[in-house]
């Protein structure tokens, strides 16, 4: 019965994968999702954040806030603005472990790090995805052309044998919830879903919200409003 409650590590889904983060193109084992965080995004070598990442953890049904600057967000970047490690009791037959940590971290090995992600796009960028921005400069984008600009929000996590349930829901200065929760499923980061599931509102995963939606939450105007994030992990229970 032992051998059953393991990982099959020739699965698919668990199989290597890009980092989620936008301009890093390592492959990552799910073992070792939280060791690269640590190592390229959090360490002095992090160069591909534009703001301090945070590193939290957390237990079901515990009420993480983190502020959103969204109009500072890179266009067309998946962005993390968090890993909330969190701590499970089906430990054993849900994940495998986070491997070869460094030692102040070693009390993770048996959370599964959740990593808030955000991205800052427009329609026009959603519904061609074929084509690449890469080599745009953003100063030279008039994103009012592109039909709106939208922000996703999603969680991804290592391969789990189940699937995981967050809620995550938007307040303003004030932390009044002012965008009613979501109840939406923790991604595997080694996954991708076609842009079409996504239009027809069909996926789990991801929460959109306009931008006209998050300036009417705000107070300020220009580049410095933010938006807080209430994210809850909720565990097993849909």
Avoid at 97 to 110: A, R
Wanted: glycine share 4%; aromatic share 6%; charged share 20%.
């Amino acid at each position: 019965m032992e051998h059953k409650a393991l990982i099959d590590e020739s699965s698919a889904e668990n199989k290597p994968a890009i980092c989620p983060l936008a301009n890093c193109q390592a492959v990552v084992k799910h073992t070792h999702l939280l060791r690269h965080m640590i190592s390229e995004h959090l360490g002095s070598r992090a160069r591909t954040l534009p703001f301090q990442l945070r590193l939290r953890e957390v237990s079901t049904g515990q009420r993480t806030l983190l502020m959103l600057a969204y109009r500072q967000l890179i266009v067309d970047h998946d962005q993390c603005l968090a890993v909330l490690n969190w701590s499970t009791d089906s430990r054993i037959d849900l994940m495998a472990p986070q491997l070869d940590l460094p030692p102040c971290h070693q009390g993770l090995t048996f959370h599964l790090p959740v990593l808030v992600m955000v991205c800052r796009t427009t329609w026009k960028s959603l519904l061609k995805q074929g084509l690449q921005h890469e080599n745009d400069v953003q100063v030279t984008r008039d994103l009012t052309t592109e039909w709106g600009t939208v922000y996703l929000l999603w969680l991804v996590s290592p391969f789990t044998r189940r699937p995981i349930y967050v809620n995550i829901a938007v307040l303003n200065s004030q932390l009044q919830c002012v965008v009613r929760r979501n109840r939406r499923r923790v991604r595997n980061f080694a996954s991708r879903m076609p842009i079409s599931q996504f239009i027809n509102g069909l996926d789990p995963f991801f929460v959109s919200l306009n931008e006209d939606q998050l300036d009417e939450l705000c107070d300020g105007s220009g580049n410095r409003v933010s938006v807080f994030l209430e994210v809850i992990i909720k565990g097993e229970t849909s």
